[in-house]
T-cell receptor, first 113, second 112 residues
């Protein structure tokens, strides 16, 4: 089955802790994206990557970091600098940055203890 | 800055009623337009998209949307909704140079 997987489904973070959300795709897409979804605010772009070993900040990158060491993987780290991390995090991919249709994973809900 | 507005936050309809969800955007120039749907407990799915050509676009599950360039709008319609259409609907817009922008979403509740 082709698609995007995210894990875990739920994640709990303690104060001062960094946590990493996983995103994997087997669609052979070059571009990958991380969004944050908050109630009543739609989706906001955190980071995107057009190709392996390259990534760019989106609108709300502060307190987050990413890596893109493999084409199929784009993990997101929520650092302790992110003061309001409770949200639903969605990973997406597209064939390339120029191909505008994005496909989404099932999401990870992050909660702060 | 580019923005996308969805006029209704929560719409409640009875089965068989007609649906129209509004979407307006502030981009100038050529745009690509999308409607995504998020069913309860499921991931965001593409409902339909417009890049060029016929401004009336048909998508999955009987949905359609009309691009009206002069009004900067891309409203979603369905002539007769079903209980299974209960979901959150997101309009999204980008152009060739910018990131995709999403509206705040409209929650649709269809009463059986």
């Amino acid at each position: 089955d082709g698609g995007i997987t995210q894990s875990p489904k739920y994640l709990f973070r303690k104060e001062g802790q960094n946590v990493t959300l996983s995103c994997e795709q087997n669609l052979n897409h070059d571009a990958m994206y991380w969004y944050r979804q908050d109630p009543g605010q739609g989706l906001r772009l955190i980071y995107y990557s057009q190709i392996v070993n390259d990534f760019q900040k989106g609108d709300i990158a502060e307190g987050y970091s990413v890596s893109r060491e493999k084409k199929e993987s784009f993990p997101l780290t929520v650092t302790s600098a992110q003061k309001n991390p409770t949200a639903f995090y969605l990973c997406a991919s597209s064939m390339s940055r120029a191909v505008k249709t994005q496909y989404f994973g099932p999401g990870t809900r992050l909660l702060v203890l | 800055a580019q923005s996308v507005s969805q006029h209704n936050h929560h719409v409640i309809l009875s089965e068989a009623a007609s649906l129209e969800l509004g979407c307006n955007y502030s981009y100038g120039g050529t745009v690509n337009l999308f409607w995504y749907v998020q069913y309860p407990g499921q991931h965001l799915q593409l409902l339909l998209k417009y890049f060029s050509g016929d401004p009336l676009v048909k998508g999955i599950k009987g949905f359609e949307a009309e691009f009206i360039k002069s009004k900067f709008s891309f409203n979603l319609r369905k002539p007769s909704v079903q209980w299974s259409d209960t979901a959150e609907y997101f309009c999204a817009v980008n152009d060739n140079n910018n990131d995709m922008r999403f509206g705040a979403g409209t929650r649709l509740t269809v009463k059986p």
